[in-house]
Nanobody, 127 residues
């Protein structure tokens, strides 16, 4: 599956952005879609994940109550609505697919679990 992320940009502190990630192939009901980010000089970190069938959502503590993940099954698209952005949110944001052979609503925060990755979209928050 090819993943295409978009929606990044430059915003001021307190601003909002909405990231989109479109999958070219099928996302199955067992799968999990995740968003990760990587700032310069730092490791890639989990931001949020959503189970495709159960619509279960998980967030990193650092973005809870500010970011919202959602999905559109009809278009195989996952979104990340980011509000109240802070300079520390500055990073390249990646979407990723965790292909699951069985129904399991656990959302893994380890990047190594995810099979396919988008190309990333830059988010820059100015102070």
């Amino acid at each position: 599956v090819q993943l295409q992320a978009s929606g990044g940009g430059l915003v001021q502190t307190g601003g909002s952005l909405r990231l989109s990630c479109v999958a070219s192939g099928v996302i199955y009901s067992n799968d999990v879609m995740g968003w990760f980010r990587q700032a310069p000089g730092k490791d890639r970190e989990f931001v949020s994940g959503i189970h495709w069938r159960a619509n279960k959502k998980v967030y990193a503590e650092s973005v809870k109550d500010r970011f919202t993940i959602s999905r559109d099954s009809a278009t195989n698209t996952v979104y990340l609505q980011m509000n109240s952005l802070k300079p520390e949110d500055t990073a390249v944001y990646y979407c990723a697919l965790d292909r699951r052979p069985e129904y399991n609503t656990r959302i893994d925060e380890r990047s190594t679990t995810y099979n396919d990755w988008g190309q990333g979209t830059q988010v820059t928050v100015s102070s």
